[in-house]
């Protein structure tokens, strides 16, 4: 049976309430759960049984040094106007993290799945919008633009499931990558 797979990189718990702590309490903004808050690499959809082996075995043997990651400027990625996701961004981004979003999209070319084609921009959804008007936001994008979080530890990735109840997702971690 299909799961729906992603790889990410975990925030530290320091991370996520302070991004939670950010909540605007706009009407039709819906926070991300500080639990589920994480940086993608990529995202697989729903991968069948053999190519999830494979890329557990493509993925396993990445090498990467661990590397800090800053965590700052608050934007939103929109349609036709309207808000749809609420963001925070990795600063300059770094190269470090650009070589294993590039190593990670091999694995799973690998493995035999279908890359994501769009461009990669690393950020971590920390809200979801739905019917929510730009102007509603704008003081607080204006007042978070620059938002520093800080600097992260960047030490492993992971595999994660992904399965989408009424209630929110619920994810399960299945691998892990740690620096050597």
Same mark, same amino acid.
């Given at each position: 049976m299909p799961k729906r797979l992603? /790889?990410?990189i975990d925030l530290p718990e320091s991370?996520?309430? +302070? &991004?939670?702590? +950010?909540?605007?309490? /706009?009407r039709g903004v819906h926070w991300t759960d500080p639990a589920q808050m994480h940086l993608?690499?990529?995202?697989?959809g729903d /991968?069948?049984?053999e190519p999830d082996l494979a890329l557990r075995e493509? +993925?396993?043997?990445i090498e990467f040094g661990a590397f800090f990651l800053s965590i700052v400027g608050v934007g939103t990625f929109s349609a036709r106007g309207a808000p749809k996701n609420i963001w925070?961004? /990795?600063?300059?981004a770094h190269p470090h993290l650009f070589q294993i979003h590039k190593r990670v999209q091999e694995a799973a070319l690998?493995?035999? +799945?279908?890359?994501? &084609?769009?461009?990669?921009?690393?950020?971590?959804t920390i809200a979801r919008c739905r019917n929510v008007s730009a102007q509603s936001l704008r003081k607080f994008l204006q007042s978070t633009v620059e938002f520093d979080a800080g600097m992260i530890h960047v030490e492993a990735f992971h595999l994660y499931s992904s399965d &989408?109840?009424?209630?929110?997702?619920?994810?399960t971690r299945e691998l892990t990558v740690s620096a050597r």
């Open positions: 992603f /790889v990410a991370t996520r309430q +302070l &991004l939670a702590a +950010l909540d605007p309490h /706009v993608t690499l990529s995202f697989l /991968v069948p049984d493509k +993925l396993s043997p925070i961004g /990795v600063g300059k690998a493995a035999g +799945l279908e890359p994501e &084609l769009r461009a990669w921009h690393p950020h971590i &989408l109840t009424p209630a929110g997702p619920i994810h």
